[in-house]
């Protein structure tokens, strides 16, 4: 990242976390060493703010705890939408239950996806992420979820406006076949995928998603950017 | 129902109660003056525990507390299956992670749902039916359940089998559009919707299924029966 920046390229970190702020992503990731800043991060949960704000939605909010500070903005009386996050935990049935009435109670239910994500690795083992659930109350009241976050294109050229840069001008390394080089790519970037983290071998056949290059680690990637220049 | 009975014709409950054993949903019938037994009925549960018997699976099990009983021959040891029904409270975020885990662990998943229900009306509001937390373990671990319950033909042909009569010779009655008469009519009986219970007018009005008559109530529908005799 240091080389990254000192070469004068900008630069974007593009997360779906959603089970945290951007302060906590970014202290965390500050205490591995990067040298990152909460004004570098694009995420789901301003994405959706600004959508909320946009089209004057409040929010029965479905999400982390942690998660809570970024819609302190918001105004959430008399909801006339649903927000879902990556509620670990607080996915108890009455919780989700309740998004479900509120969506069922709608004319017309607008419910927003911060991300589309089948499941995600923890220490203690793999865990259902936000996907799943929208998924339910998809089901549940026979409607599509708007989804921000990546691969969502709107997410991309959100990130893409913040640098001030064009899709041709930009590349997006992520280890996620789908929700980074797939997202990225149908924006029109270019992406390389890193054989790192969320890789699987069998990425490498993926029916629909062909990444640029291959990289086995960030190093690599910020090599191939910086010799390609 | 005593009509019916008196009339000579064979009579079968289905039902696609997984909340309970079918010990309590007849003793709830009989309070409310029914003339039911046990025998009478076809339930998801018994007809799961036919193909987990005949295929030899034993289930991780994600049902409502008051369904155990149901499945007290079936071997649960070292589970190669999960079998979900109305868990209601049960869908814990912890509950509905370990049947995820139980899936994906497995090198072809088998995920049998005791039915596809969207949502139900009890006394407090609408519930959250099984069918939403089956699409939330489909989508997470791309894969499509198998339905033993109510609107599967598998489910209507037990109830026949175990009457003993043909598709042709049999009339379904129900409230439920898609779940009763659809069902039915796709397994080649003839079907009635009662305009009680989960009837709603816009039914008449459905794409794709078309009862062969509407009765106000149960006694019409026997009157209907009776008199085409």
Not at 13 to 32: I, M, P, S, Y
Not at 105 to 133: C, F, H, N, Q, W
Request: glycine letters at 8%.
């Amino acid at each position: 990242l240091n080389r990254i920046k000192a070469s004068g390229l900008k630069l974007r970190f593009c997360t779906n976390e959603t089970q945290a702020t951007r302060e906590k992503f970014v202290k965390k990731l500050q205490g591995l060493g990067f040298d990152i800043s909460v004004d570098e991060v694009t995420a789901p949960a301003p994405a959706a703010c600004r959508v909320l704000k946009e089209r004057g939605l409040r929010p029965h909010l479905l999400v982390h705890d942690d998660l809570v500070p970024e819609f302190a903005e918001i105004d959430t009386a008399n909801p006339n939408c649903v927000v879902i996050g990556d509620a670990a935990e607080n996915f108890t049935y009455a919780n989700v239950n309740e998004a479900f009435r509120v969506l069922i109670g709608m004319e017309k239910p607008v419910l927003i996806s911060l991300g589309r994500g089948r499941y995600y690795k923890e220490t203690d083992g793999l865990k259902l992420d936000v996907g799943a659930y929208m998924k339910a109350l998809e089901y549940a009241c026979d409607i599509q979820a708007e989804v921000v976050g990546k691969p969502a294109k709107m997410f991309f050229e959100s990130a893409l406006a913040e640098m001030g840069v064009t899709p041709q001008e930009a590349v997006m390394i992520g280890d996620d076949i789908v929700n980074d080089v797939g997202g990225a790519q149908q924006c029109g970037m270019r992406a390389v995928q890193v054989r790192t983290g969320k890789y699987r071998p069998c990425d490498e056949n993926h029916p629909y998603v062909k990444p640029d290059a291959y990289v086995n680690n960030l190093a690599e990637a910020v090599d191939l950017i910086l010799q390609q220049l």
